[in-house]
């Protein structure tokens, strides 16, 4: 058995899986995608401070409390016609990993209730109702953003592009007694690892793993790729 996932286990996670089927779990990395702000294409903005974009997609005691003002683009900066219209939040459900991870990136590591207007279980649902809607922003993997929406840069206080949000896929896998990988799983493992699997997923416009995380993956294996 061999499953993927968008963000690691929890230790609570892990240790109540591993319980369940009687076998220690191992994790490794496989590739990166970056998470991209989209809106929809005749939004006059280009960019967004990664501040709004906190404020936005992560609940405080600002945006909960009571008689707090609804979000408008004029709050990001939109002029004329677009300053008094509101804002659209569209986001993931709450089994992503990626709106787990996206919150962390954004510099909130506790849990928190996203204030999204409507939660999608797909990038695609998502992407595909961004671009109907003229008020909408939302986030998506890069690979599935498409022509129909526009991908906002994030910028900080001083208005240049900050680091670009990437999310980390994993492969998990349960170890033996003598905490080895079933053959099965040790080959999957070893192939996304190896540069033919790093190639493939590149194909796939996923980003490839760096040669020091690499090489974390088949030491945790316990695997020795050939020279």
Known sequence: M???????????ESKKLSEKIGADLLTIAVCHYEIVLVTNPDN??????ISDARNLFLANESNNSKGAKSPVWGDLGATGEWAGKPINLFGRDKTSGTRAALRLM??????????TTREFTSFRELVQAVAKNPSALGYSSRRIATQEVKILTLVGPDGKPVPQLLQTMYLVAPRQKDKTLQPAALELM?????????NHVTQDNFRPLDLA????????????PIK
């Open 2 to 12: 061999v499953a993927a996932l968008s963000r690691p286990l929890t230790v609570d």
């Open 44 to 49: 006059p903005l280009d960019s967004i401070k």
């Open 106 to 115: 954004l510099g909130n590591p506790k849990e928190a209730t996203e204030s």
């Open 190 to 198: 070893a192939y996304a690892l190896s540069q033919s699997g790093q």
């Open 213 to 224: 995380e690499v090489h974390a993956g088949f030491d945790k294996i316990g695997f020795s």
